[in-house]
């Protein structure tokens, strides 16, 4: 099955523990992303990947770090992570690049930092 | 700064009813648009999408259309089901945006009533 899998879904850590939640995608595309979801402020994109080793900032990356070693992992790293970092987040990718033409999004990890 | 938003955070309806989500862009340079579908606990998922040459696309129960004048797009859901309750998302990417990739509005909930 097609798919975009997240891990882990819940996740309780404490203020300047870092973190690493991971993302996979089994469908060879070459464009992946983080978006994070927030009340009344919707889905804003903290990173994207356009191929394996080529990563750029979004909307909101302070605070994130991103790889791309390989073309069907893209994990969002947050090296101390901070409670204003509370949030819903998704990794998604896509087949045709950045202009979002078959996006698949993973089920979302929440995360609380306290 | 130029955004994508939904005019009404919520929409109630009865199940059989035909239901207008709206949104409303400021980008006019704005030229691929999509309507995503989140129920609670998943990631968004793809409903249906509209290029800018185009003023009305269908889909099974679904319809969308895009007014370039009044830079407005709407989702219309045929015959409105309890499983079609969720929040709704409208998305757009302009051509001339050098990074980021989908930009989010901040959602409508629709709730279907029995």
């Known amino acids: 099955e097609a798919q975009v899998t997240q891990n882990p879904r819940y996740l309780i850590t404490v203020t300047g523990k870092k973190l690493t939640v991971t993302c996979s995608q089994n469908?060879?595309?070459?464009?992946m992303s983080w978006y994070r979801q927030d009340p009344g402020l919707g889905l804003r994109q903290i990173y994207y990947?356009?191929?394996?080793?080529?990563?750029d900032k979004g909307d909101v990356p302070e605070g994130y770090k991103v790889s791309r070693k390989e073309k069907r992992n893209f994990p969002l790293i947050l090296e101390s992570p901070s409670p204003n970092q509370t949030s819903l987040y998704f990794c998604a990718s896509s087949s045709q690049g950045r202009r979002g033409y078959g996006y698949t999004f993973g089920s979302g990890t929440r995360l609380t930092v306290v | 700064g130029e955004s994508v938003g939904l005019h009404l955070p919520t929409l109630s309806v009865q199940e059989g009813d035909n239901s207008i989500i709206n949104c409303a862009y400021s980008?006019?340079?704005?030229?691929?648009f999509i309507w995503y579908k989140q129920e609670s606990g998943k990631g968004p998922q793809f409903i249906i999408d509209i290029r800018s040459n185009m003023d009305k696309r269908q889909g099974q129960r679904v319809t969308v259309l895009l007014n370039k004048t009044v830079k407005h797009l709407s989702l219309q859901i045929a015959a409105t089901q309890p499983g079609d309750s969720a929040v709704y998302f409208c998305?757009?990417?302009?051509?001339?945006?050098?990074?980021?990739?989908?930009?989010f509005g901040k959602g409508t909930t629709l709730s279907v009533s029995s």
């Open positions: 980008n006019s340079a704005s030229d691929y």
């Open positions: 469908m060879n595309h070459e464009y």
């Open positions: 998305a757009e990417i302009s051509a001339n945006q050098a990074g980021t990739a989908l930009i």
């Open positions: 990947s356009m191929n394996v080793e080529v990563t």
